[in-house]
């Protein structure tokens, strides 16, 4: 990286906090990430890509982006409604629940992944009434989803909420003395500047999702082809001491992760051309 | 004229509050909806940990986190944060100096380079030490021939955890030390303070609800992660068990309330997480939400 640089500041310090910033990023981010890169290289092309394209392998991309997918959409919806509660209306022990939406960040995943399954098995407090209407969640891609929904809550919620707050609320009274119903001035004047934010939570939720592995492994039941996650995959090959196979689904996994979160951003940066600028 | 239509424009407002709001019956759909969804989703699985971990009565769960194995993984964790955490308020420290109060080529590509570790699965953060100095990893022969362990031991352990934890402190401090500017540090230099001094009587209490903010994050993600630390901890019982998984050993022995009585340690973790954070954003006031602001 370049480290010619153009100073401006008198302040001192700027070589020893920028060489021990560089050396110490390299040493605990880049030397690690780079091996990555380095092992998969150790397989020929044929068997890097009969590796990641084996058919238990593909479902397992299925099943991870599907379901990330799923659950990122569902905290989009249940988000936005839930940051519109938190910040139009007023209850008693909102400030209570609005501090528990950032649980999900600070509960360990291994512990979220088996209560989650105690609620969600055929005994559990909850699985019980989906077991008699004829619901499996647990140990069934749809467990895999719940999983993922719990771990992706938050996003949508804190990067909506303070959007929603700077709406001008005078614009909503301009909107109603024009004639506009409470619906559409929601879905015209209110959601519009609030859907980029939206999308950056669905981005933040998709991808913190599609890597998740503690909270999943424990509700999916890992039967392979049904409900194995890519990252159990990769694990599952590094027990086996299969280090090349298990990189080149990682190396896979990154691509393709990164390919999508560029599609999203440029999507992102269309909606906020197309909204943003109201 | 202007003066009057706003006028006008808020009596009418006020003489129909459905201008602004929804009516009732909405209000408490959405209102019913939202906590029906958090309830389902946060507060039923803390309290199914906590009627799991008491189910076979409160001697029993004494004794679930009172043996052996568990105090051994207490202490590890505590180990493996109070080693990982420092390491990283230091780089935070350290990167935001250099990042915010100075200018120079390749700024962004660092900020994007140090939120990293964020954007990796966390199955792939602990394989990357393993490929490195794992029996066939890069160094792994030449640590072998030296004695030494790291993967499946404690150095493995600490290194995956600096590394999931890496970004927490810098991401809180760089927005902040840019929204302070260096005036203040100008003024002391220039008054004859020596550059440690102007640090630590300047910066170092300007940024301490920050850094306290970053710590708080960073050490309850490196207690609680389970992804990376169960990749290269190799689950030596009482030696290379963290908490968590110490809680998954437990669990898929089937000894259900040992595991729900040791997860309810981590709950009690999160819950004083959530509740430290909060503290700090309040004592903070609207320092730290002012440097969030500013880095969007």
């Known amino acids: 990286m370049a480290v010619v640089l153009k100073r401006r500041s008198i302040l001192p310090g700027f070589g020893l906090a920028m060489g021990f910033s560089v050396l110490y990023l390299s040493l605990v981010v880049l030397v690690p990430l780079s091996t990555v890169v380095l092992k998969t290289a150790t397989l020929s092309w044929d068997q890097f890509w009969q590796t990641i394209t084996a058919p238990r392998v593909l479902a397992s991309y299925q099943l991870s982006f599907g379901a990330s997918f799923v659950g990122a959409l569902i905290n989009a919806f249940f988000g936005l409604v839930v940051a519109w509660v938190l910040v139009r209306y007023d209850f008693p022990g909102k400030r209570i629940v609005d501090g528990l939406v950032d649980l999900p960040f600070a509960l360990p995943t291994a512990v979220a992944g088996i209560a989650l399954t105690a609620a969600y098995s055929g005994n559990g407090w909850i699985g019980q009434y989906l077991e008699t209407l004829g619901i499996k969640a647990a140990f069934t891609p749809l467990g895999v989803v719940i999983a993922l929904t719990f771990i992706g809550l938050p996003f949508v919620v804190r990067t909506v909420q303070p959007v929603l707050q700077d709406v001008d609320q005078e614009v909503e009274e301009a909107a109603a003395i024009l004639g506009a119903r409470r619906w559409q001035t929601f879905s015209r004047v209110i959601l519009p500047p609030v859907l980029p934010a939206v999308l950056t939570g669905f981005t933040l939720a998709f991808s913190r999702a599609l890597g998740e592995y503690g909270s999943v492994v424990f509700i999916a039941g890992n039967m392979p082809m049904r409900t194995e996650i890519t990252p159990l995959l990769i694990v599952t090959k590094l027990e086996q001491f299969d280090y090349a196979g298990a990189t080149a689904i990682a190396l896979a996994m990154l691509v393709a992760s990164f390919v999508l979160l560029l599609l999203m951003n440029l999507l992102q940066w269309w909606s906020r051309r197309r909204y943003g600028a109201l | ?296």
């Open chain 2, 1 to 296: 004229m202007a003066d009057s239509i706003a006028l006008r424009a808020t009596a009418v407002a006020k003489a129909h509050p459905r201008a602004r709001s929804e009516p009732a019956f909405a209000r408490w759909a959405l209102t019913g909806t939202a906590l029906s969804f958090l309830g389902l989703f946060l507060i039923l699985p803390l309290g199914v940990v906590f009627a799991e971990a008491f189910k076979k009565g409160i001697g029993a769960y004494l004794m679930a986190i009172s043996q052996p194995e568990a105090l051994a993984a207490v202490r590890l964790t505590l180990l493996v944060a109070a080693l990982a955490v420092p390491l990283n308020l230091v780089f935070g420290v350290a990167a935001s100096w250099a990042i915010a109060k100075f200018d120079f080529h390749g700024k962004n590509v660092l900020i994007t380079i140090i939120d990293l570790p964020f954007a990796v699965s966390p199955v792939i953060s602990g394989m990357i030490f393993v490929l490195l100095f794992g029996s066939q990893g890069l160094i792994g022969p030449w640590l072998a021939a030296h004695d030494l362990k790291v993967i499946f031991a404690g150095p493995g352990i600490v290194l995956t955890t600096v590394f999931v934890t890496f970004p927490f402190a810098a991401r809180e401090l760089i927005p902040l030390m840019q929204a302070q500017g260096s005036e203040e540090e100008e003024a002391a230099l220039s008054l004859g303070a020596s550059g440690w001094q102007t640090f630590l009587r300047i910066t170092l209490p300007n940024i301490k609800w920050g850094l306290l903010y970053g710590a708080i994050l960073a050490n309850a993600r490196a207690m609680g992660e389970f992804g990376a630390v169960s990749v290269v901890s190799g689950h030596i019982r009482g030696v290379t068990n963290t908490l968590p998984l110490h809680v998954e050993i437990l669990y898929n022995e089937y000894n259900l309330s040992a595991a729900f009585a040791v997860a309810s340690l981590l709950v009690l973790l999160a819950l004083v997480t959530l509740v430290a954070k909060r503290i700090v954003e309040w004592k903070s006031g609207s320092e730290l939400a002012a440097g969030r602001g500013e880095s969007k």
